[in-house]
């Protein structure tokens, strides 16, 4: 089935491949649904990719999701990349967003940057929080960083090693923090316990 879904996309026979994928899908193979959704985006099939993506998501090939939001984003249309990006979340796949704050900041959009965090945040993306704090670090909120900052650490955040900016609490915090939330002292060397 998977075969002749492929066979059908190469001969540009985008309905008969999106019919023999959905078999396939509903036959325990989305993956081959999930890349024909990306063909048919590819194809300028823009309504027909969403909708085949969506289904092969729900049958257990999210990723398709995330694809479709990064190639959304390479086309500028940020506002359907964030759609798919989210949708991706909700399958567990965070990092999409992760990404796109990434993209977005590089290109000098820092609000749009600081949404897909606070999105990401609340799927539980393990960068989110970090980020966000340095975003609140760095519109000198202090007070409000130091909370999130702790918020990540809380979450176990500090033990994530992908971040891809020194986390705030390195700043804030050098010499680590006691359990009740205050910053610890530096110690003496030659001290010994």
Same mark, same amino acid.
């Given at each position: 089935?998977?075969?002749? %879904?492929?066979? +059908?996309?190469? #001969? &540009?026979?985008?309905? !008969?491949? %999106? +019919?023999? %994928?959905?078999? $396939?899908?509903?036959?325990?193979?989305?993956?081959?649904?999930?890349? =024909?959704?990306?063909?048919?985006?590819?194809?300028?099939?823009? =309504?027909?990719?969403?909708?085949?993506?969506?289904?092969?998501?729900?049958? *257990?090939?999210?990723?398709?999701?995330?694809?479709?939001?990064?190639?959304?984003?390479?086309?500028?249309?940020?506002?359907? #990349?964030?759609?798919? #990006?989210?949708?991706?979340? !909700?399958? *567990? &796949?965070? !990092?999409?967003?992760?990404?796109? $704050?990434?993209?977005?900041?590089?290109?000098?959009?820092?609000?749009?940057?600081?949404?897909?965090?606070?999105?990401? #945040?609340?799927? *539980?993306?393990?960068?989110?929080?970090?980020? =966000?704090?340095?975003?609140?670090?760095?519109?000198?909120?202090?007070?409000?960083? $130091?909370?999130?900052?702790?918020?990540?650490?809380?979450?176990?955040? %500090? $033990?994530?090693?992908?971040?891809?900016?020194?986390?705030?609490?390195?700043?804030?915090?050098?010499?680590? =923090? !006691?359990?009740?939330?205050?910053?610890?002292?530096?110690?003496?060397?030659?001290?010994?316990?």
């Amino acid at each position: 089935m998977t075969d002749l %879904a492929f066979t +059908a996309a190469a #001969a &540009l026979d985008f309905e !008969e491949a %999106a +019919a023999l %994928a959905l078999q $396939a899908a509903e036959c325990c193979q989305p993956d081959a649904l999930a890349e =024909i959704a990306l063909q048919h985006e590819e194809a300028g099939l823009t =309504i027909e990719a969403s909708d085949l993506a969506h289904r092969a998501a729900a049958n *257990g090939a999210p990723a398709c999701l995330s694809h479709l939001a990064m190639v959304r984003e390479d086309k500028a249309l940020f506002d359907q #990349a964030e759609h798919y #990006a989210r949708e991706a979340a !909700e399958y *567990g &796949l965070t !990092e999409t967003l992760a990404d796109l $704050a990434v993209r977005r900041e590089a290109a000098g959009n820092r609000e749009s940057a600081e949404v897909l965090w606070e999105d990401a #945040a609340r799927y *539980g993306h393990p960068e989110a929080l970090a980020n =966000i704090a340095r975003f609140q670090y760095e519109a000198h909120d202090i007070d409000g960083a $130091a909370r999130t900052a702790r918020e990540a650490l809380d979450r176990g955040d %500090a $033990a994530s090693p992908h971040y891809r900016h020194e986390p705030l609490w390195v700043r804030l915090w050098p010499h680590g =923090i !006691e359990p009740d939330g205050t910053p610890s002292l530096p110690t003496h060397h030659g001290q010994s316990w």
